[in-house]
């Protein structure tokens, strides 16, 4: 089967309440890592990229290959663009073939972060690709962007809807608190932001920063609304470590076909497990080939 737009995922994901995972692959081996995971699961899926990792790849090989991987593994699979803030990069990435971007404009003025978002929508929304924004500043590092503790800030409930209303915006990233990364402690995530979002718009809400959040914050979150879980750092981890540890076992085990064999399946076992959390798996039907 074909990429598809995560618009209808994640609407039918808010719509029943349980959530998608997103997860931001680096090389073309975790890329095919995270489908495979969603097929032996029967689960939909969005993989994603960072802006660095379409400049280091190019746009056009990482979506030859995830419409490889949708044939290969046919399960609903969507290919989206991380936050992005090059309209240049954007474009690159649609005419590719992703299906799903996000322009991250939140460091702006509200006004400008609509008009900026505004650009992407009217090119991406008739070619039905998803388009996703962000509103507050959600902390932490994610590729090229660091927003430091002291500078991030939370969405304000009432801006969530008079920007969705200005850029008819299809996902919505709101900062609620959480963080890009691994946590040095306990999240502090405000859960009644959420629901007050939520409550006063349609469309599906991302949760950035997933890497890590203990599972019974993950499942309120997705309970109050959110239907898209973005994981990075905790998947870059574990594919990085089982590296590491194959050559500590045995530093002169050169074969690549072996190291990264192990790397893979240590990915494929954290997607895994962020789709039993998500209760995403088994929620869409596909016919094997």
Do not use: W
């Amino acid at each position: 089967m074909a990429l598809v737009s995560s618009t209808g995922l994640l609407n039918d994901a808010r719509k029943n309440q349980y959530g998608i995972g997103a997860f931001n692959v680096h090389s073309l081996d975790m890329l095919y890592a995270v489908a495979e995971a969603a097929y032996e699961m029967r689960s939909p899926v969005i993989i994603q990229t960072t802006t660095g990792t379409v400049k280091q790849l190019g746009a056009d090989v990482i979506a030859h290959n995830a419409k490889k991987a949708s044939e290969l593994y046919p399960v609903p699979i969507a290919l989206h663009v991380d936050h992005c803030q090059e309209y240049s990069i954007i474009l690159e990435c649609i005419r590719a073939g992703y299906t799903s971007v996000m322009i991250d404009a939140s460091m702006h003025p509200f006004d400008e972060n609509v008009e900026k978002t505004l650009e992407v929508v009217k090119i991406a929304v008739p070619l039905e690709i998803n388009v996703e924004a962000e509103l507050g500043k959600v902390g932490g590092v994610e590729d090229e962007i660091v927003v430091e503790d002291k500078d991030a800030e939370k969405a304000i409930p009432e801006e969530c809807v008079e920007f969705i209303r200005q850029t008819g915006v299809q996902t919505l990233a709101p900062a609620i608190g959480t963080a890009h990364g691994i946590y040095s402690g306990p999240p502090e995530i405000d859960f009644p932001r959420i629901e007050k979002i939520a409550q006063n718009v349609e469309v599906p809400l991302v949760l950035h920063g997933g890497s890590a959040i203990p599972a019974e914050e993950v499942k309120k979150c997705i309970s109050l609304g959110m239907a898209k879980m973005n994981v990075s750092t905790e998947l870059k981890n574990a594919y990085s470590a089982a590296l590491q540890k194959h050559f500590e076992e045995d530093p002169k085990a050169f074969d690549p076909r072996s190291y990264f064999l192990k790397a893979k399946q240590e990915a494929k076992n954290i997607v895994k497990e962020k789709m039993e959390l998500l209760e995403s798996s088994g929620k869409q039907q596909f016919q094997r080939v």
